[in-house]
């Protein structure tokens, strides 16, 4: 299965997080899960929190954050009829809104799963729900808004 990051513009393919095109990053992956998407991610010991064995904040909305874009632009196409992994260049969202939830500790030394449900799509906006669960486990939630760069986007 082809993931959504792989489907991305070169041009836009070189976030930390989740761009094929950045050797150093953490190059997320994110697929379809049903109507939803979902994601997996092992974040390694040096993304520690203040105490060891817990994942740091930022890594919990960086993974959240970088799966609702892709996640966003995999639903704009889908509720425009098209499926992203087979669209030559699909549209590319940023964030603009991410509101996170930190539920609980989130483990490390484990794999972690973030999931997207769509909430809506209202032109270029996109609205999801996200969690973070480790195990059954749902660590962090979040709300998002991803807007569509336009075309003539730097
Ligand atoms: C990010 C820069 C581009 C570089 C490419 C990166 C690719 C890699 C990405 C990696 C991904 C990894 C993930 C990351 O880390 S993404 C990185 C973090 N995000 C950003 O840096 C985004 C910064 N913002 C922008 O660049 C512009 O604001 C964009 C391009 C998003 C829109 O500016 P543009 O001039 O095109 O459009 P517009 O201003 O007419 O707005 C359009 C509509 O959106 C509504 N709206 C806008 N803002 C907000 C808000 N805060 N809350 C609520 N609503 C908001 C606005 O009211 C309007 O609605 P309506 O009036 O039509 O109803």
């Known amino acids: 299965m082809k993931a959504f990051q792989d489907c991305y513009p070169m041009k836009y393919a070189h976030c930390y997080g989740c761009g094929r095109e950045n050797a150093m990053g953490l190059q997320l992956k994110s697929y379809w899960n049903g109507v939803d998407t979902q994601a997996h991610f092992t974040p390694g010991m040096q993304y520690s929190g203040g105490v060891p064995g817990h994942v740091y904040g930022g890594m919990i909305a960086s993974l959240l954050d970088c ?26 969202f940023v964030t603009v809104s991410l509101s996170v939830n930190f539920k609980r500790p989130t ?26 669960l480790a195990g059954d486990q749902v660590c962090a939630t979040a709300d998002m808004l991803a807007i569509e760069l336009l075309p003539e986007a730097p």
């Open 67 to 92: 799966h609702g874009t892709a996640s966003a632009a995999a639903f704009a196409c889908r509720e425009r009829g098209k499926d992203m992994t087979q669209e030559a260049n699909p549209a590319r």
């Open 107 to 132: 483990p490390q030394g484990v794999e972690l799963c973030m999931r997207a449900q769509l909430l809506g799509v209202e032109g270029r906006k996109v609205r999801m729900s996200l969690c973070l």
